[in-house]
Each structure stands twice: as structure tokens, then as C-alpha cells.
């Protein structure tokens, strides 16, 4: 597995550390409000629980499957729901915790579909950020790292579901998914 690895770009100590900040800056931004943590399954799942651990304040967590790249490292642009929510959104206020925006088409649809249940707030961290990559104009509300234009895994990510364990996050080298 780390043989596929071409360069190492956060390791785990660096995105601990980035996890905790995220946490504090959460934890008063909700103060009070009983947020609902929604993880965007799977690719947040590491993060998501890193993250809830390192907030202080009461919330609720609820999970959402959604997958649009299935066995390739481009976006199909179709974004499916594959689990969704078991918590009714009304009047709540949503904290969404991605992995990475790329496209920003996952996200934007997600927030639509918030948006039409009627959710207070939507709110949205995510871990990594690769704007290079958008083809619809979304920005985070807190993220952790901007990343350069190349395919990643690691941290919760992966290339045809390989690679999600690896506990740093790091670019695949491109012979890995051009053979
Ligand atoms: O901004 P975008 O271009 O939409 O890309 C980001 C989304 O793509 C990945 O999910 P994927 O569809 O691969 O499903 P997975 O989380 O199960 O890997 C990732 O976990 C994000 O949810
Ligand atoms: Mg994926």
C-alpha cells in the first residue's frame, strides 16, 4: 500500500493537531445550539470521529452515504444518496463534516437537499480542501488544509475503496489508477 504513495502531504501528528483547532473553533461557534453533526459517509468517517471528540459542547451526530466517484478518480457528476439520514432536519441547526470538496457537487447537493428539509443553519467543515478541482463555486465554512491539484488518499479517502486506512493523507502515484 504505501509503495503506491508518491508524497506524503500531511501526516498524522500535523492532522491531529489541525483536528483539535477545528474543534475549539466549533465548539464556540455552537455553543448553545445543540448542533446536528452530519458525517458524509464514507469518506469523512475518520475525520468525523477524530473531530466530535475534540468538541466540547452537547450535539447530536446522524450519518449520510453519499458516493459520486465510485471506481474512478473523476467525478461522475451524478451524486447518489445511498444512506440517509435517520433524524428529521426541521429547524435544526447542521454542522456537515466532509473529508475533502473537490468539485464542490457532493457538497452543493447535500446543502440543497438541507436546505429543502428545511434545516436553521447549515454550517460546513471539512478536512481538506482542493479548490483547483470546483465546477460549481462552494466554499467551506472551516477547513483544515488546502491541498494541490492531484488525486489523494488516505485519512478516510480512497481510490476504488483502497487506501481509506493509511493514517496520513498523501498523493497515489497516477500509475496506480492509469494502468
Ligand atoms: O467535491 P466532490 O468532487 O463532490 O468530491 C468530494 C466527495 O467525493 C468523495 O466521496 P465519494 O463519492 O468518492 O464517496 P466515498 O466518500 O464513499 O469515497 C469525498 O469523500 C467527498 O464526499
Ligand atoms: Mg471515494
New binding site residues.
Given amino acids: 500500500m504505501l509503495n503506491d504513495i508518491q508524497e506524503i502531504l500531511y501526516d498524522s501528528d500535523q492532522i491531529q493537531q489541525k483536528v483539535k483547532e477545528l474543534g475549539e473553533t466549533i465548539s464556540q461557534e455552537f455553543e448553545g445550539r445543540n448542533p446536528l453533526v452530519i458525517c458524509?459517509?464514507?469518506?469523512?468517517f475518520i475525520f468525523m470521529s477524530d473531530l466530535v471528540k475534540t468538541i466540547t459542547i452537547p450535539l447530536e451526530i446522524d450519518f449520510m452515504?453519499?458516493?459520486?466517484?465510485?471506481q474512478s478518480t473523476k467525478?461522475s457528476g451524478v451524486?447518489k444518496i445511498i444512506k440517509d439520514l435517520d433524524t428529521p432536519v426541521q429547524g435544526r441547526d447542521i454542522l456537515i463534516v466532509?473529508?475533502?470538496?473537490?468539485?464542490?457537487?457532493?457538497?452543493s447537493y447535500l446543502i440543497d437537499v438541507l436546505e429543502r428539509r428545511n434545516a436553521k443553519s447549515v454550517t460546513l467543515v471539512t478536512l481538506f480542501d482542493k479548490p483547483a478541482?470546483r465546477?460549481v463555486e462552494l466554499e467551506a465554512d472551516y477547513k483544515g488544509f488546502v491541498l494541490p491539484d492531484a488525486f489523494v488518499v488516505g485519512f478516510?479517502?480512497?481510490f476504488a475503496e483502497k487506501y481509506r486506512n493509511l493514517p496520513f493523507i498523501g498523493i497515489l502515484k497516477p500509475e496506480v489508477y492509469e494502468k
Fill in positions: 458524509v459517509l464514507k469518506g469523512a452515504a453519499v458516493s459520486s466517484y465510485g467525478t451524486v466532509e473529508d475533502i470538496i473537490d468539485s464542490g457537487l457532493t457538497l478541482g465546477k478516510g479517502l480512497d
